[in-house]
């Protein structure tokens, strides 16, 4: 049961407002605002999706800088919250096409509407599209998606000379284009987030000295000193152990579909021939992991209510209606073995008691027709550290560093990179106290987040997309895309 909705700007700024039930106070929604702007409790300074202040429940999550929020005095269950509030932004977002605080503002009347239908005094209705344009009759006021900044996947679609077009993000599901014809198209994304974990790589600054000289009669004079020589320069090998083996690696994907096809045809989908649902559905000799040429195993998947899976057991095919607006055809989980898209080699070397050195580098191991983008790189450091200096690659256009001070963290950031390229990044430390102990133990692990483009480590496949014509004259544009993000993506030190 939900008391209050409301959306608020990045500044705080009321955007839409409804009271569906009169029992939390009417200004909640800066209550809630000031409370997560300065959110300080349990040692974080960002607030988690679900806090109660007060007796009253807060949800809310972030939408491309919005946030939609809802209230509730009753013990409603978190997880529902929080995909209501998802699912009402993704049904805003199919009928203004763009998802603003400008087309927000422009179509209030609109979003209202939806609103009242979606919630109606408190408990939920529907938040399909299909079933809501039978009840919502304003037509959205289409907002320049060319003036608005470019946020996230709207502008990552882009392989070579080819590029969707913007519509694939921007289109409104009830609206026409100009001159009151509709576009026959239709888009299937397949986005999968990857979730790895390494273990620790080899830092030089864990060997002393005095543990080699221990090995003095197995290891010559000349070998010690090139050692010596190895740590001082902060040279890292390419080897396999610096890098550290995989623990744990986990694929979650999804394959989201968006229509515009007018009299709802029937569409087919076929995947992989080699696809396996189930780990004991594939012979063991089959099997050769996500780098090699072995089968797409699936541990579980599941698929839209619209999906008839009559001839996917023999031909791996799906058929469907597709149904208004954007929605997963099918969800799935791998655990198969694959090869990580970016290695990470970390090296800390001691400079003194109150001085370190560390040494970041970042290898693309993906091929060069492939380029990733807005990659962040992030590393806790000492309590006791106070002052960072870096040092980059020069030559190298869109990437800084930076050391937030409060968090004590090093932040790393890399617009582009070309796949089969190495960047590295020296970052000199110094501290307000000396070094106690292994100061790997205090620092890291190393974290990325990345998005990478036409990529897709599965190798889950579109072999065709097949729309059954009712005319001659039609021939719909069908656009098809790969997406891989970082779910979890940490290096050990």
């Known amino acids: 049961m939900i008391s209050q909705f409301f959306v608020l700007s990045q500044r705080g700024d009321n955007i839409v407002f409804r009271d569906y039930r009169r029992d939390v106070q009417k200004g909640s929604a800066e209550i809630f605002f000031r409370k997560v702007k300065f959110w300080k409790e349990d040692g974080k300074e960002e607030a988690p999706p679900v806090f109660n202040l007060d007796g009253v429940n807060y949800f809310h999550v972030k939408v491309v800088g919005l946030l939609f929020v809802a209230t509730t005095r009753t013990n409603l269950a978190p997880s529902l919250a929080l995909e209501l509030l998802q699912r009402i932004a993704r049904a805003i977002k199919d009928y203004l096409g763009v998802l603003s605080e400008e087309s927000m503002r422009k179509n209030f009347v609109l979003v209202y509407e939806l609103l009242d239908e979606v919630i109606d005094f408190g408990y939920v209705q529907t938040t399909s599209t299909e079933v809501l344009k039978s009840y919502v009759f304003n037509e959205p006021i289409v907002v320049d998606a060319a003036r608005l900044p470019t946020l996230g996947p709207a502008a990552l679609f882009m392989q070579g000379n080819k590029r969707m077009p913007g519509t694939a993000v921007t289109k409104s599901v009830v609206a026409n284009d100009p ?36 090995f003095a009669d197995t290891l010559d004079c000349y070998l010690l000193e090139a050692w010596s020589i190895l740590k001082r320069l902060g040279v890292m090998l390419s080897n396999d152990d610096e890098q550290g083996y995989v623990l744990t690696s986990e694929i979650d994907g999804t394959i989201q579909m968006k229509s515009y096809l007018t009299g709802n045809p029937e569409i087919r989908l076929a995947l992989n021939d080699d696809l396996h649902i189930g780990r004991g559905s594939v012979p063991s ?129 890399i617009k582009k990179i070309v796949g089969g390229s190495e960047h590295t990044l020296r970052a000199k430390l110094n501290f307000s106290q000396e070094l106690h102990g292994n100061i790997t133990k205090e620092a890291g692990p190393v974290s990325l987040t990345f998005t990478i483009p036409m990529y897709n480590p599965s190798r889950l496949q579109v072999k065709y997309l097949q729309i059954a014509k009712k005319g001659k004259t039609t021939n719909p544009y069908r656009w098809v895309r790969y997406v891989t993000q970082a779910n979890s993506y940490v290096a050990r030190i």
């Open 179 to 214: 001159g009151g014809r509709k576009r026959e198209e239709i888009f299937v994304d397949i986005i999968e987030k990857i979730s790895v974990t390494f273990s620790s790589s080899v830092s030089y600054s864990s060997i002393s000295s005095a543990c080699l000289c221990s």
């Open 285 to 413: 000799f089959g099997y050769s992991g996500s780098s090699g040429t072995g089968a797409v195993i699936l541990d579980d998947c599941n698929f839209h209510e619209s999906v008839h899976m009559d001839n996917f057991d023999i031909d791996r095919t799906l058929s469907l209606v597709p149904p208004d607006g954007e929605f997963p055809v099918m969800n799935y989980r791998i655990t198969q073995e694959f090869k990580p898209p970016f290695t990470v080699n970390t090296l800390i070397e001691e400079a003194g008691s109150l001085k370190a050195e560390v040494i970041l580098k970042i290898r693309a191991e993906f091929p060069s027709s492939i380029t990733a983008n807005t990659i962040l790189i992030e590393m806790p450091l000492p309590t006791y550290t106070t002052r960072v200096n870096f040092d980059l690659d020069r030559g190298i256009v869109g990437q800084n560093a930076d050391f937030k001070e409060s968090q004590k963290k090093l932040e790393w950031n």
